[in-house]
């Protein structure tokens, strides 16, 4: 007589798989969904690097440009170039620090911090539709992959 094994699990796939294995899966995973989510974005000409650096000094700001370079892993003439256009924009302002007049400091402008806030609330709603989808095991599920991810990005 024969037996027909069922095809394992996705879970049951994921123990048996090597750490290296797994770290792959897991990668190309968190990279396809990123890059499935950055697609949500409000009606701007900006690029990724771009709406990153008004990002971060919107939700962060006021930043100086060095501060946003190492934010952003990108080297200090890199980030000028960035923040020039987004200032030519009309997205960031520049001004000087008040502790010390020889350091700038950027600031999202009101369309800035609109484009901020459209592109999160349309990337929220994305995602947010995908999890109704999802039992609420499977959510749970991911509530804790978040904790642990979260983990895996302070370390």
Partial sequence: ML???????TTTRAR???????????????????RRIRQER???????????????????????PGRLAELERVTPPSMN???NCLVDSGLLVRE???DDGRKVLL??????HEIVRETRRRRDA?????????TPAERDTLA????????LTDQ
């Fill in 3 to 9: 037996t027909v094994m069922p095809e394992p699990t």
């Fill in 16 to 34: 048996r798989a090597s750490l290296a294995e797994q770290s792959t899966e897991l990668r190309m995973a968190v990279m396809r969904l990123a």
């Fill in 42 to 64: 409000a009606e701007t000409e900006l690029s990724a690097t771009q709406y990153a650096a008004l990002a971060w000094t919107a939700i962060d700001g006021p930043l100086t």
């Fill in 81 to 83: 170039r960035t923040v």
């Fill in 96 to 98: 000087s620090s008040p």
């Fill in 107 to 112: 600031h999202a402008t009101d369309t800035g």
């Fill in 126 to 134: 994305w995602l947010a539709k995908r999890f109704t989808a999802l």
């Fill in 144 to 151: 804790e992959a978040t904790e642990i991810l979260r983990r």
